[in-house]
């Protein structure tokens, strides 16, 4: 199946700063999506991205599906961005016939 | 509209009993995933119904199944429970399959 690998495994960064987390997938495919796992377990759904940018608020995210790759951006980072972030995706070949595979994630720190 | 819900929010058991969790998608999804988190496996796939059916299956022992009803609510079992079934369980939908999903709570199972 499809293997996701994120890095940085964990990131500290000092509040009003910008920080770019990277998501690696070894296949074509049809769902990506990047999530924010708050401290009580529960993902929240931050992009649904297989191609293409798309922009929230003060977070952006590409995808180069070519190129297998996604990016998360953060601009101004504020303590409330502090947590793991997780990318999955979907395998494109043999009609999605997977769920999402999770990478490891991001372990995002912000300081005040 | 109503997000994903699942019950119980936490479950404590001793080893060798079984386990039903529920998860109720949200209005008009018809497909549900189930998820297990660990600490050292991360999170991954165990599951995805569609339509009453079971469509996929992750790398997990028969003593995992589910099912899925005609109002698109799930349920997964777990039998003869052992100290590594404690995880975190995850349940998501989508409106199709392969779409955009979106997941509850958890539940969150601790196996004495």
């Known amino acids: 199946g499809i293997q996701v690998e994120q890095s940085p495994p964990d990131l500290i960064l000092q509040e009003g700063a910008n920080s770019t987390l990277r998501c690696n997938f070894s296949?074509?495919?049809?769902?990506l999506q990047w999530f924010h796992q708050n401290p009580w377990g529960q993902l929240i759904n931050l992009f649904y991205?297989?191609?293409g940018t798309k922009q929230n608020g003060r977070l952006s995210a590409t995808t180069v599906a070519t190129e297998r790759y996604s990016l998360l951006y953060i601009s101004s980072s504020q303590t409330t961005d502090s947590g793991v972030y997780f990318c999955a995706a979907r395998g494109g070949s043999g009609g999605g016939a997977d769920g999402l595979t999770f990478g490891k994630g991001t372990h995002l720190i912000i300081q005040p | 509209k109503a997000g994903v819900t699942q019950t119980p929010r936490y479950l404590i058991k001793t080893r060798g009993q079984q386990v039903t969790l529920s998860c109720s998608p949200i209005s008009g999804h018809r497909s549900v995933s189930w998820y297990q988190q660990t600490p050292g496996q991360g999170l991954q796939f165990l599951f995805e119904y569609f339509s009453e059916t079971q469509r996929n299956k992750g790398n997990f022992p028969g003593r995992f199944s589910g099912r899925q009803f005609s109002n698109s609510r799930s349920e997964m079992n777990v039998s003869t429970l052992e100290l590594g079934d404690s995880a975190l369980y995850l349940c998501?939908?989508?409106?199709?399959?392969?779409?955009?999903?979106?997941f509850g709570p958890g539940t969150r199972l601790t196996v004495t």
């Open positions: 991205i297989p191609s």
């Open positions: 998501a939908s989508s409106l199709i399959r392969g779409g955009e999903q979106y």
């Open positions: 296949d074509s495919v049809n769902n």
